[in-house]
């Protein structure tokens, strides 16, 4: 386990030593952090108020994981299966005294620690800029409860990731990966609104799973199901992708 903690390490080093993974994050925090400002601004012209303070984060979070935060998986998955197989280091990674396993898991580790950091910054920033409205409500409450919803949404978050490092096994080129994941999502989403059954079973109808479990509409059971078809989803794609990336000739 300790090296996979420390290949884990390396490979989340990996992802924030390109620029573009570093630069996608900060952007996020300051439009996370400007949007907070601008929707108060115009709320006190306008005189309506449709977002107060202790709701702002959690409606940050409702667009962040249905738009941004899967653009920045499979960047993630693309550059450190796809991008890696295209320049031939991956092979490299195979030379050392690890087993493939292990190397998949740490990869895996690495993206999902990265979607749990941009989870964590949007969740500060939003609170941050939630202080700007005016209309506060209760903005402790408001923290417990987005802090309660960001939390959630890890789970879905984690199960994202292994999706999208699954789809990354099939290519060969991070750039050819990427379009092809952003392909996929977009056709499920556009299908799930056409097919109701595609909407229950698609696991990206899953990612923001806080609207769900926090809705108070729904019993117990049905969140446990909820949680438990998710997670499978997340243990078929891990043994589905290992499987090809075990199989891959380098």
């Known amino acids: 386990m300790n090296i996979v903690i420390k290949n884990s390490i390396n490979e989340l080093n990996k992802i924030f030593l390109r620029k573009k993974n570093v630069f996608f994050l900060s952007l996020t925090a300051i439009i996370t952090f400007l ?28 667009f962040f994981v249905k738009i941004f935060l899967p653009l920045f998986i499979f960047l993630a998955a693309a550059d450190l299966f796809s991008g890696e197989l295209q320049h031939k280091t991956l092979k490299l990674s195979l030379t ?11 990869k895996n ?9 941009n989870l964590l910054v949007v969740f500060i920033v939003s609170n941050l800029g939630a202080m700007f409205f005016r209309v506060k409500g209760d903005i402790l409450i ?19 990731t292994i999706a999208a490092v699954f789809i990354a096994q099939f290519f060969k080129s991070s750039s050819t990966a990427l379009i092809s994941s952003i392909f996929i999502y977009i056709a499920l989403y556009f ?8 909407l229950r ?3 990206t109808n899953y990612l923001d799973l806080h609207v769900i479990v926090l809705s108070g509409n729904i019993s117990i059971l049905k969140i446990i199901n909820t ?4 997670i499978s989803y997340g243990i078929i794609f891990f043994s589905a992708g290992f499987y090809f990336f075990d199989k891959k000739n380098l």
């Open 142 to 160: 408001g923290i417990i409860r987005s802090f309660a919803a960001y939390a959630i949404d890890i789970i879905p978050a984690l199960v994202f």
């Open 227 to 230: 949680l438990m078809m998710v």
């Open 96 to 106: 050392r005294p690890i087993s493939r396993f292990k190397v998949y898991l740490s």
């Open 35 to 62: 949007l907070s400002i601008g929707v108060n601004l115009f709320q006190s012209k306008v005189g309506i108020t449709a977002v107060i303070g202790s709701n702002y984060s959690i409606a940050v979070l409702g």
């Open 109 to 117: 580790l690495a993206i999902g620690t990265y979607a749990i950091i």
């Open 191 to 198: 299908l799930s609104m056409f097919f109701p059954m595609v």
């Open 201 to 203: 079973l698609s696991f």
